[in-house]
């Protein structure tokens, strides 16, 4: 576990399954990508109200058994959707922290950390990586960095992307807060008014684009959106799979004394990757080892680093 000491009564700590207990002080809790599922998707809707509404068909067929909540983020054009069972996270936090009224906050490292651009170490077994603005979590033997997620917490201001996990908060219920829940409740009732008006006048006029679409080019009414959605999230689920499994043998691969992953770089086409060698006959052994699972596109040396480009 990933702790941050400062002034400030507001601590933020790095929280991985598994993690042993935790007491003594009142933490901001940031779950690693453990604890959820992450997908970017580009939807037929412009809210982010819209688009949760498409978030468990989304996710259909793709997750363990449980019941899961979702939350959503615009990210340019596309939406990155977050899917989560509340009351697994909530058995793994008491475990982690018994003592009562020890949690303040709980926030996603999607969230609160999706500045991070490379390759940054939780602890000696994990680091976390960023794959089209989705940040993952990685076994640590795959990277070779300097950076630890410890160095971004003291940094880390509170924000709105806060998890609420059970109807019992972790907060005192005194008058502050009720009062504080009213206002809030009485600009999201507004917020929501003026949102669901757009919503509708937005749907409106795509159904009316979508059956001058359907009459101008004699299609069936129900298959445009369908089957561009299906597609496009099909293509998305694809090549994230296909990252994470190549990340995986990756790691398996049995590097020597003195070697290591110097750099991985993911893209929609595939992952660069370079290693650090110190005889140059291991080149040849470390891309026959690739090569029992992934294409390899090209190859070269320069000095002791071995430069690869796999495909996906």
């Known amino acids: 576990m990933t702790k941050a000491f400062s002034k400030s009564p507001k601590k933020f700590t790095?929280?991985?399954?598994?993690?042993?207990?935790?007491?003594?002080?009142?933490?901001?809790?940031?779950?690693?990508?453990?604890?959820y599922w992450v997908k970017k998707a580009k939807l037929p809707?412009?809210?982010?109200?819209?688009?949760?509404?498409?978030?468990?068909?989304?996710?259909?067929?793709?997750?363990?058994?449980?019941?899961?909540?979702?939350?959503?983020?615009?990210?340019?054009?596309?939406?990155?959707?977050?899917?989560?069972?509340?009351?697994?996270?909530?058995?793994?936090l008491k475990r982690i922290f018994p003592a009562k009224n020890s949690i303040k906050d709980i926030y996603f490292a999607q969230d609160v950390l999706n500045h991070i651009k490379e390759c940054t170490a939780i602890n000696d077994k994990a680091a976390l990586s960023s794959v089209d603005s989705i940040i993952i979590q990685v076994p640590r033997a795959c990277v070779d960095t300097q950076k630890s997620v410890a160095?971004?917490?003291?940094?880390?201001?509170?924000?709105?992307?806060?998890?609420?996990?059970?109807?019992?908060?972790?907060?005192?219920?005194?008058?502050?807060?009720v009062i504080l829940f009213l206002l809030v409740s009485m600009l999201l009732g507004t917020s929501f008014l003026l949102e669901y008006i757009n919503y509708k006048s937005g749907i409106k006029k795509l159904e009316l684009k979508k059956a001058q679409i359907i009459k101008d080019n004699k299609l069936p009414s129900t298959m445009i959106q369908l089957r561009s959605i299906k597609k496009s999230l099909s293509k998305k689920f694809a090549s994230q799979k296909s990252i994470r499994e190549l990340l995986y043998a990756i790691s398996k691969i049995d590097l020597k004394d003195g070697e290591y992953f110097q750099d991985i770089?993911?893209?929609a086409k595939g992952l660069d990757l370079k290693v650090h060698i110190l005889d140059p006959k291991r080149e040849s052994e470390i891309k026959n080892?690739?090569?029992?699972?992934?294409?390899?596109?090209?190859?070269?040396?320069?000095?002791s680093e071995l430069n690869l480009r796999i495909s996906l």
């Not at 790095?14 to 604890?35: A, E, H, W």
């Not at 067929?61 to 449980?66: A, E, I, R, V």
């Not at 080892?289 to 000095?303: P, R, T, V, Y």
């Open 151 to 177: 160095q971004y917490l003291d940094n880390i201001e509170p924000g709105r992307y806060k998890i609420k996990l059970s109807a019992n908060s972790n907060e005192l219920f005194n008058r502050k807060n």
């Open 289 to 303: 080892k690739i090569k029992k699972f992934a294409k390899i596109i090209s190859s070269s040396m320069d000095n």
């Open 45 to 92: 809707v412009k809210s982010i109200s819209g688009a949760k509404k498409l978030a468990a068909s989304i996710y259909e067929g793709s997750l363990p058994d449980g019941n899961y909540s979702y939350e959503v983020r615009k990210d340019g054009d596309e939406f990155i959707i977050i899917a989560y069972d509340k009351s697994a996270i909530l058995d793994e």
């Open 265 to 267: 770089t993911a893209n």
């Open 14 to 35: 790095f929280v991985t399954k598994g993690d042993k207990f935790l007491r003594g002080d009142r933490y901001n809790i940031i779950l690693s990508p453990q604890f």
